[in-house]
């Protein structure tokens, strides 16, 4: 019985490494590889928050490391140029916690955010029908439809492993 329990841990043991030789030796995730979706809105406070999920949809280990890049889009596509967008450590009412690279395994998912004042009437206000997202490292950008009037700068937080962060 106690050589059973030995092979068997030692099994465990080889799987185990084996799949954190895989994370050790993850590449920069590639655009092909990802697939973003909109994960949720939240309004409070005087801001906007929307929450976007990344899936690993390759078959290998990748890494994500940083904040995406994000354009917000007039009526005609184009960024509005005079929008400030901010990378940050803080976005949709969280800090970041985790500021390393993500590893993402196949199937898993990471999320990033984006924040903004609403409510001001000013000229600070712009107007967006579009955000455009493209994940550190890839040159892939996804587009969300939407409604976006940002008063103030827009935040972008960094991509992380976290829970969704609207929750």
């Known amino acids: 019985m106690r050589a059973h329990w030995s092979v068997l841990t030692f099994a465990a043991l080889i799987v185990l490494s084996a799949n954190a030789w895989d994370e050790a030796q993850a590449q920069p995730c590639s655009g092909l590889n990802l697939k973003i979706d909109s994960e949720g809105q939240d309004a409070t406070n005087g801001a906007n928050a929307f929450a976007y999920k990344i899936t690993n949809i390759g078959a290998k280990s990748c890494t994500l490391d ?46 990033f955010a984006i924040e903004f004042p609403t409510g001001r009437h ?43 962060p609207l929750r």
């Open 66 to 111: 940083g904040h995406p890049r994000v354009e917000l889009l007039d009526t005609k596509g184009q960024p509005i140029s005079d929008m400030a967008i901010e990378p940050s450590d803080e976005a949709a009412g969280q800090e970041a916690e985790r500021k390393t690279p993500v590893t993402m395994n196949p199937g898993d998912e990471a999320f």
């Open 122 to 164: 000013t000229d600070d206000c712009r107007n967006a029908v579009e955000l455009r997202a493209t994940l550190p490292g890839t040159e892939m950008p996804a587009t969300f439809p939407g409604s976006f009037t940002a008063c103030g700068p827009v935040k972008v937080s960094p991509i992380s492993a976290d829970a969704q």
